[in-house]
């Protein structure tokens, strides 16, 4: 795909857009958000992120006709069993909330000490030319993590105040904009898709 090329991203998440607008800008790519195509909120009905973002990303493509990339991506967290991986988004019900999501998770773990508190984010990136392509990009990366006892800084989106980042010494939501692109699931993702256009 050439640079100049339209591309629309599946997603309504203000927090993911934020962060696709400043990865692709530098890179000359043209985005557009699914609500400029009033692309509806698709129902998350897979079983793994890879469906999921499948599931977004042909919706946007077959409404807006343009190349779509959807990213479906989540917390998982060791000492739960990978919950709540892909319904990280619903964890505390609908409708959605960053705010129940974190207090429930911060519950759950209430008595697992520091040191058992292991967890990953994961972010499935697919990218597809159209809405019937039947060879999409693909590319699946986790970003690895634990989960503090208490929230720490205001940056960021969903779970970063509660994801703390050994390399960093700091939270997510800590980091600032560019740190946490250069660092994070998506940032890195997104980076071995636009390789692989190359
Ligand atoms: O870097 C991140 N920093 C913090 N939290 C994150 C991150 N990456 C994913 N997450 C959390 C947010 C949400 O609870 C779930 C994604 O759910 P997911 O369905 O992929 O996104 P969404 O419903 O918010 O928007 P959309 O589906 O329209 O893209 O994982
Ligand atoms: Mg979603």
Same mark, same amino acid.
């Given at each position: ?5 339209? &591309?629309?991203l ?6 993911k857009l934020r962060e696709f607008a400043e990865l692709l800008a530098p890179l000359g790519y043209?985005v =557009? ?8 909120? +698709? ?22 006709? #343009?190349?779509?990339l959807?990213d /479906? ?9 990978? !919950?709540? *991986? ?24 209430? /008595? +697992?000490?520091? *040191? ?7 972010c499935?990136l697919? #990218?597809? @030319?159209?809405?019937? /392509? ?13 989960? %503090?006892? =208490?929230? @720490?800084? !205001? *940056?960021?989106? *969903?779970? /970063?105040?509660?994801?703390? +980042?050994?390399?960093?010494? &700091? ?6 904009a560019e740190?946490k692109n250069r660092?994070s699931?998506r940032g890195r993702a997104l980076r071995q898709l636009v390789?692989? %256009?190359?």
């Amino acid at each position: 795909m050439n640079e100049t090329q339209p &591309l629309v991203l599946a997603s309504g998440n203000a927090g993911k857009l934020r962060e696709f607008a400043e990865l692709l800008a530098p890179l000359g790519y043209t985005v =557009h958000p699914q609500a400029d195509f009033d692309v509806p909120e +698709v129902e998350e009905t897979g079983l793994t992120f890879v469906e999921n973002a499948l599931l977004k990303a042909r919706e946007a493509a077959r409404i807006s006709g #343009l190349p779509a990339l959807a990213d /479906d991506s989540g917390l998982a967290v060791e000492a739960l069993q990978g !919950a709540p *991986g892909i319904y990280s988004a619903r964890y505390a019900g609908e409708p959605k909330s960053d705010e129940a999501n974190n207090r429930k998770l911060l519950e759950a773990l209430a /008595d +697992v000490p520091e *040191g058992q508190r292991s967890a990953r984010y994961w972010c499935v990136l697919v #990218l597809l @030319r159209h809405a019937e /392509d039947p060879v999409p990009e693909i590319v699946q990366m986790s970003w690895e993590g634990e989960i %503090l006892a =208490h929230p @720490r800084g !205001a *940056g960021g989106f *969903g779970y /970063d105040p509660l994801f703390w +980042v050994p390399e960093s010494g &700091l939270s997510a939501a800590e980091l600032s904009a560019e740190e946490k692109n250069r660092l994070s699931h998506r940032g890195r993702a997104l980076r071995q898709l636009v390789e692989r %256009l190359r």
